[in-house]
């Protein structure tokens, strides 16, 4: 009984509701036309050298790597949506891809091992953001960065922020573990990084819920 299985695992953390993990592409796709497709090629252009993306979902990123990515490891937990990640992986220019199963809260490779991690629309979700960042930050060689594309709690006191916090005990059931009012920024401040870059743009065309974003470049702080 598959289908009973994966509704048992609604809100188990990781893993996203079983007809979103199908229909992903489909449902993002107004999205990523009005505006994600551009802000990950942006994103990405500079990004080089032995790089993890975290949550890779079905490989929206992948496409936009360029040639001076030596190694890529793709991770990503659930499985239907790594299928679909590994058929995108293969249309790609790059030669030397990986996949990893792991949860971000437990990141494969050693300490200090990737020039650049990559994050788009994951920290939302992760169980322990803190324990995430800490895993981003050991394997990040020093002065390595993290490269983020994240929606975000609004300011506090906005009736949007009100609402993301009302709203986020219900949606974070139906949608994988999905916070609405997660204070990304400050996490990363918190975890050692060093904010760089950042561009903060309002998700057109999404939920009015999810249309904060920021995004840019963190730069791991070596104590
Ligand atoms: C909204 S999707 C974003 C997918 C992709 N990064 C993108 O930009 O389209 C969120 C992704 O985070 C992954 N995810 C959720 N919790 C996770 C965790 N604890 N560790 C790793 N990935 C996680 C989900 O499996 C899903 O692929």
Redesign the pocket.
């Known amino acids: 009984m598959p289908r009973l299985v994966k509704l048992s695992r609604l809100g188990s953390?990781?893993s996203?509701f079983f007809l979103v993990e199908r229909l992903y592409d489909i449902l993002?796709a107004s999205t990523e036309k009005s505006c994600l497709r551009e802000w990950r090629r942006d994103l990405l252009q500079e990004v080089h050298g032995d790089v993890l993306e975290?949550?890779?979902?079905?490989g929206?990123?992948i496409e936009f790597y360029p040639e001076s990515v030596t190694h890529l490891v793709l991770?990503?937990?659930?499985k239907i949506?790594r299928d679909q990640l590994r058929i995108k992986a293969g249309r790609s220019v790059l030669r030397d891809i990986t996949f990893s199963s792991a949860?971000?809260?437990k990141v494969e490779g050693d300490d200090g091992s990737f020039d650049f991690v990559v994050t788009?629309?994951?920290c939302c979700?992760?169980?322990d953001l803190e324990t995430v960042l800490e895993q981003i930050h050991r394997v990040l060689r020093p002065g390595g960065s993290l490269v983020f594309l994240e929606h975000v709690a609004a300011e506090r006191g906005s009736a949007r922020r009100r609402w993301q916090d009302r709203m986020t005990p219900l949606w974070r059931r139906l949608a994988?573990?999905c916070h609405f009012n997660r204070e990304i920024e400050n996490a990363l401040c918190l975890a050692g990084f060093k904010i760089s870059q950042i561009k903060r743009e309002s998700m057109r065309t999404s939920m009015p819920l999810v249309r904060p974003t920021i995004r840019g470049i963190a730069v791991k702080i070596c104590s």
């Open positions: 953390g990781g996203m993002m975290i949550g890779a979902g079905t929206a990123n991770s990503e937990p659930e949506m949860s971000a809260e788009t629309l994951v979700s992760v169980v994988g573990n």
